[in-house]
């Protein structure tokens, strides 16, 4: 499995972008999908997961951010509104399959089995 990300750019603070996650080989629907992300001098975090029956975000994201999946075009989306300084960071997207033992895992990036290049998120106040 290949992802490749995209959609990062400069964004004013309060703006929106939506970044994308494009995958190829494997097949995609038995995926568990992530985006993580790492700013500078930090480490690399959770911020959203889309499989084991529904969404996830992490705390500060959580009604700014949704992740989607269309299978159709195995592509994972995260849609990103009210921007805020504190998101700037590179976001990195992720496959793992979605077995029953890692549901309680989707947090972890040790679930995941494959990452995309990441995408960088600048957003300036």
């Known amino acids: 499995v290949q992802l490749q990300a995209f959609g990062g750019g400069l964004v004013q603070a309060g703006g929106s972008l939506r970044l994308s996650c494009a995958s190829s080989g494997g097949t995609f629907s038995r995926y568990a999908l992530a985006w993580f992300r790492q700013a500078e001098g930090k480490e690399r975090e959770f911020v959203a997961a889309f499989s084991w029956g529904g969404d996830r975000y992490t705390g500060s994201v959580k009604g700014r951010f949704t992740i989607s999946r269309d299978n159709a075009k195995s592509t994972v989306y995260l849609e990103m509104n009210s921007l805020k300084p504190e998101d700037t960071a590179v976001y990195y997207c992720?496959?793992?399959?979605?077995?029953?033992?890692?549901?309680?895992?989707?947090?972890?990036?040790?679930?995941?089995?494959?990452w995309g290049q990441g995408t960088q998120l600048t957003v300036s106040s």
């Open positions: 992720a496959a793992g399959l979605a077995t029953v033992d890692r549901k309680s895992n989707y947090y972890s990036s040790r679930v995941y089995d494959y």
